[in-house]
Structures are given as structure tokens and as C-alpha cells.
């Protein structure tokens, strides 16, 4: 399984701005398909967004389209979430997720799809 580690969490007023990123382990972290889920205190873990390991596709949750854009940077093995016009419903713990062995092109979209998993980052958005 591929280690990962987010970083990027923390306290943003509302409107605000805040960028997570993931760090995978795996050498071969350039063929990982990607993404992003979230949790809410009470609620069941919920897709944000995915990116295809060749990054040249991404799917979003409605709830943050046009607002979150994720990315991944296979030189440094780094998957990043920036997050803009951050809501209080955005509040929640941040976890990164990795998977081998889809097609470059592909996106999956459920926590079923996904083998390894970070420990999550939280963030905190204020009204």
C-alpha cells in the first residue's frame, strides 16, 4: 500500500482560501490515481474530487465545483486540493486517497475505488 500524508488544514474565515497537499510514498506515485474525500462530524465520508494518474482528468463533487481544483505534480509525488471561496459547510476532516492499477484516462469517484488512505487534515471554516 502507498503511504500518504496530508498537510494544509486549518482555521479560514469564510470567503477565504486554503491549499491541501497529499505526499505519497510510492516511487511510482506518477501511475496513482488520486483524490480527495471528506468528512463532516456526524456525517458518512463524501467525495470532493479525483484526478486520473496521468492528470489529465478530474471529476468534482457539485458541492465544490468552480470552487476546489485538485492537481498533482508526478515530478514530487505531491496531490494538491486548493480550496477558494470556502464555505462553513466546508468544514470537515480532509482525507487523501490513492489507487494502482486504473487506465491513465480514468476517475474514480466512490471510497470503494480507492486502496490507501492518508490520516486527514482538518479544516475549519468560520462564518
Known amino acids: 500500500q502507498v503511504q500518504l500524508a496530508e498537510s494544509g488544514g486549518g482555521l479560514v474565515q469564510a470567503g477565504g482560501s486554503l491549499r491541501l497537499s497529499c505526499v505519497a510514498s510510492e516511487r511510482t506515485a506518477s501511475r496513482l490515481t488520486m483524490g480527495w474525500f471528506r468528512q463532516a462530524p456526524g456525517k458518512e465520508r463524501e467525495f470532493v474530487a479525483a484526478?486520473?494518474?496521468?492528470?489529465?482528468?478530474?471529476y468534482y463533487a457539485d458541492s465544490v465545483k468552480g470552487r476546489f481544483t485538485i492537481s498533482k505534480d508526478n515530478a514530487k509525488n505531491v496531490l494538491y486540493l486548493q480550496m477558494n471561496s470556502l464555505k462553513p459547510e466546508d468544514t470537515a476532516v480532509y482525507y487523501c486517497?490513492?489507487?494502482?492499477?486504473?487506465?491513465?484516462?480514468?476517475?474514480?469517484?466512490?471510497?470503494?475505488?480507492?486502496?490507501?488512505w492518508g490520516q486527514g487534515t482538518q479544516v475549519i471554516v468560520s462564518s
Open positions: 484526478i486520473s494518474w496521468s492528470g489529465g482528468s478530474t
Open positions: 486517497s490513492a489507487s494502482q492499477g486504473y487506465q491513465s484516462w480514468y476517475v474514480p469517484r466512490t471510497s470503494n475505488d480507492f486502496r490507501s
